[in-house]
């Protein structure tokens, strides 16, 4: 599909070639043409000088044919406004919005225009990776029944096969983060040094599995 990215800073830049590599055309607009330089030298897609939220630089940048369109610059009011021109004007269903406010993001949200608060999720990142508890939770569904959530487990773990996890607790081990990447678990999946363990679980078990895991195992 063919997307459009209003902001060529390191969001937008990784964002557009990311985009590249699964074969998908591109547009990237920025005030800035100097800012055209952190996109790589085979860079095939369109770049546009220019202000994100102007119908004709839209225009140019292919907003009628665009599938999705991303207002990642660095400054909140031109995000939103691009975005709803985007999504208003030329009926681009796919928006996203780059939002560093988190006040200002649950506005947006409210408005049907989906936001990427950036201080509120690096805030959210470094709360699990420093508490050794009470993880905040990544996903509930709507009846606040079930929540998924990144749980600090004991260094006695490691060792250990993802369906101990299952069995000690009655959760789910939905996935790993190794190395930066995510890691569906199998039966037989070991838990390795360094392995961030996420698990789908009873809200109103949340506390004492954390707690579980926060312990070294007993024996199964």
């Excluded at 907003?63 to 004007?89: K, Q, Y």
């Excluded at 509120?120 to 959530?149: F, I, N, Y």
Aim: hydrophobic share 40%; with cysteine.
């Amino acid at each position: 599909m063919h997307v459009v990215i209003m902001g060529c800073g390191r969001v937008g830049s990784t964002l557009a070639r990311t985009l590249e590599k699964r074969s998908h055309t591109v547009s990237i607009i920025d005030q800035s043409a100097d800012s055209f330089r952190r996109l790589s030298p085979n860079f095939s897609g369109r770049t546009i000088t220019g202000m994100g939220f102007d119908r004709e630089v839209l225009i140019e940048a292919g907003i009628e044919d665009a599938e999705a369109f991303a207002a990642v610059s660095n400054g909140d009011n031109s995000n939103i406004l691009a975005a709803r021109v985007a999504r208003e004007n030329f009926g681009v269903e796919n928006v996203v919005a780059r939002i560093y406010d988190p006040g200002r993001a649950e506005v947006y949200q409210r408005l049907g225009i989906p936001t990427v608060g950036t201080v509120k999720w690096t805030v959210d990142q470094m709360v699990r990776r420093l508490l050794p508890s009470g993880s905040e939770p990544e996903w509930r569904d709507p009846s606040a029944t079930v929540r998924l959530a990144e749980v600090h487990v004991h260094p006695d773990w490691v060792g250990r096969v993802a369906l101990d996890i299952e069995k000690a607790t009655n959760s789910r081990v939905a996935f790993l983060t190794r190395l930066g990447e995510g890691l569906l678990p199998k039966a037989d999946t070991v838990i390795q040094e360094g392995d961030l363990v996420h698990v789908v679980m009873l809200e109103r078990e949340a506390a004492a599995i954390e707690s579980q895991l926060g312990a070294k195992p007993e024996e199964l």
